[in-house]
Antibody, heavy 119, light 108 residues
Framework: QITLKESGPTLVKPTQTLTLTCTFSGFSLSTSGVGVGWIRQSPGKALEWLALVYWDDDQRYSPSLKSRLTITKDTSKNQVGLTLTNVDPVDTATYYC???????????WGQGTLVTVSS | SYVLTQPPSVSVAPGQTARFTCGGHNIGSKTVHWYQQKPGQAPMLVVHDDTDRPSGIPERFAGSNSGTTATLTISRVEAGDEADYYCQVWHSGDLIWVFGGGTKLTVL
């Protein structure tokens, strides 16, 4: 059974760096074809893909946020991290961790974590 | 970049058919995936690769894709189908995943 769970701060001040962790189970990020991605959703808005890391450490980023995002993986801990620098209130959103396997869709999602950016 | 366009809302009575469109340049050449998101919940995959349903998704959910429009069709709509529906593609040109703006289904 595949599960993913996001963790991190619920409140971040503007200009600070947001660091989120996705802890997963039921699969290994060392298995060929596996990827873990981050997707966010601002309140009342649509889904926005942010970043994804593959089993071979190939990293993909949203072009509009690439300069501010870093995705990392720790295969031994079954974790994927996401950092977003210089946050702004527009970065207030629910951040979801997702799984993909040898495909271009996301078949498992975490419950999401709401992050508010406010002074 | 690549843009997917979805109408903001669809309303149908119970038992009727709901259709959700997803438009994009030459979308017929891409594979389209659909997600259902109920209030307060994470999205859930309901159709992948244009027409395939994950295990557990009822046959009432059907996808199609041709030309400039992909469509998700829900037959015999139930009150429990009320949710937001998002289409998604992988854009090989920029190596990115793209979501549509979502369509809210209201069951009258």
């Amino acid at each position: 059974q595949i599960t993913l769970k996001e963790s991190g701060p619920t409140l971040v001040k503007p200009t600070q760096t947001l660091t989120l962790t996705c802890t997963f189970s039921g699969f290994s990020l060392s298995t060929s074809g596996v990827g873990v991605g981050w997707i966010r959703q601002s309140p009342g808005k649509a889904l926005e893909w942010l970043a994804l890391v593959y089993w071979d450490d190939d990293q993909r980023y949203s072009p509009s946020l690439k300069s501010r995002l870093t995705i990392t993986k720790d295969t031994s801990k079954n974790q994927v991290g996401l950092t977003l620098t210089n946050v702004d209130p527009v970065d207030t959103a629910t951040y979801y961790c997702t799984h993909t396997y040898s495909s271009n869709y996301f078949d498992y999602w975490g419950q999401g974590t709401l992050v508010t950016v406010s002074s | 970049s690549y843009v997917l366009t979805q109408p903001p809302s669809v309303s149908v009575a119970p038992g009727q058919t709901a259709r959700f469109t997803c438009g994009g340049h030459n979308i017929g050449s891409k594979t389209v995936h659909w997600y259902q998101q109920k209030p307060g919940q994470a999205p859930m995959l309901v159709v992948h690769d244009d027409t395939d349903r994950p295990s557990g998704i009822p046959e009432r959910f059907a996808g199609s894709n041709s030309g400039t429009t992909a469509t998700l069709t829900i037959s015999r709509v139930e009150a429990g189908d009320e949710a937001d529906y998002y289409c998604q593609v992988w854009h090989s040109g920029d190596l990115i995943w793209v979501f549509g703006g979502g369509t809210k289904l209201t069951v009258l």
